[in-house]
């Protein structure tokens, strides 16, 4: 374990100027101190490890060495050869580079183990990042955003809001994020980072001024705080159900559950669920005719029994009018 380690660290001093031991640390999810036991050790074994201090300091490797030992263990072969999403792939061009990466590295693997352990795991597992009711997008001005992040340049958007209003934006990109099949660029604009969906873009024009990307902004992390931000404010109308529990399974599969009581004597559960809107919450209850009850909030209870009624008043009218 610890071999693995040394290895990455010179790999990771090897491709990068200067790293400091808390971000060594960060990336290998060791702390600090085993960070500069295994500094010792490197230096020990001779490798030209150098520490700097004070502001812009970290660790380095003399511009002139270099280490050749790049071998992967048998988890991270496995890793490389999980299939990525081939639509993804497709819409940044590069399923054919992709396919034609694997095939080489494939390849290049020591001893015919190796390669039956990476093409055994590339041929039994798929990621699929579509949800079942997600339609492809039209993404045609995703090249010319990839184009503008390759080479720093800033672009001008026509972008159609929510409320189908265009606006004109000149914006630096700071990267693109797959969510599923739908991709959005985040980019910095007027001082604030936002995030436009592409199939939205109704047209794009690469500028010639150079982008600006703050030195420490992270894709990854901003993409995880906004997410966040979002879920934290969806509408919430908060519901309390009493439930048959033999309909818990679909309603998990339907709704948003946020807790469930322990069993009544009667041994049906309480159920606290969490919609969007009103509309969605007396659709639900009303979905599950005699095995749910309204318990809260009494509005919704009200409105349920109504409409329970009305239907009841219904059928019987057109039973009568068949009859």
């Keep these: 374990m610890r071999a693995d380690r040394l290895l990455s660290i010179l790999l990771l001093l090897q491709n990068h100027i200067r790293l400091t031991g808390r971000e060594l640390a960060h990336r290998l999810e060791v702390s600090e101190r085993t960070i500069h036991r295994d500094m010792e050790a490197l230096s020990t074994a001779g490798v030209p490890v ?15 060495y270099r280490t050749n030992l790049t071998g992967l263990n048998l988890s991270e072969v496995q890793a490389l050869f999980v299939a990525a999403p081939s639509h993804l792939m497709a819409d940044l061009g590069l399923r054919q580079a992709s396919e034609t990466a694997l095939i080489k590295l494939l390849a290049s693997l020591p001893g015919d183990r190796s390669r039956h352990d990476a ?6 597992i798929h990621i699929d990042g579509a949800g079942w009711q997600q339609e492809p997008e039209q993404v045609v001005w995703l090249p010319l955003v990839q184009e503008a992040l390759w080479q720093e340049r ?39 980072t936002r995030t436009y969906r592409v199939s939205r873009i109704q047209s794009a024009e690469l500028m010639h001024d150079s982008a600006f990307r703050p030195a420490n902004f992270d894709l990854a992390a901003f993409w ?29 599969y339907m709704g948003h559950i946020e807790f469930v009581h322990p069993a009544g004597e009667d041994g049906w559960q ?7 809107v009103e509309l969605q919450a007396r659709a639900f209850a009303l979905g599950f005719g005699g ?28 039973s009568a009018t068949h009859d």
């Design 119 to 124: 093409a055994f795991m590339r041929e039994r």
């Design 270 to 276: 309480a159920v606290e669920m969490r919609f969007d």
């Design 224 to 252: 995880r705080e906004s997410m966040s931000d979002f879920k934290a404010n969806l509408p919430r109308y908060c519901t309390t159900f009493y439930v048959d529990p033999a309909i818990l399974p679909e309603m998990r």
């Design 154 to 192: 800033q672009i001008k958007l026509n972008y159609q809001r929510n409320d189908d209003s265009v606006v004109e934006r000149v914006v630096d990109p700071l990267g693109l994020v797959a969510k599923g099949r739908i991709w959005y660029l985040v980019a910095a604009v007027e001082g604030q």
């Design 291 to 318: 095995q749910l009850k309204v318990l809260a909030p009494p509005e919704l209870r009200e409105t349920v029994l109504r409409l329970a009624h009305a239907a009841l008043r219904c059928h019987d009218m057109d």
């Design 50 to 64: 150098m520490a700097e201090r004070g502001a812009g300091g970290g660790w380095s490797l003399l511009e002139s």
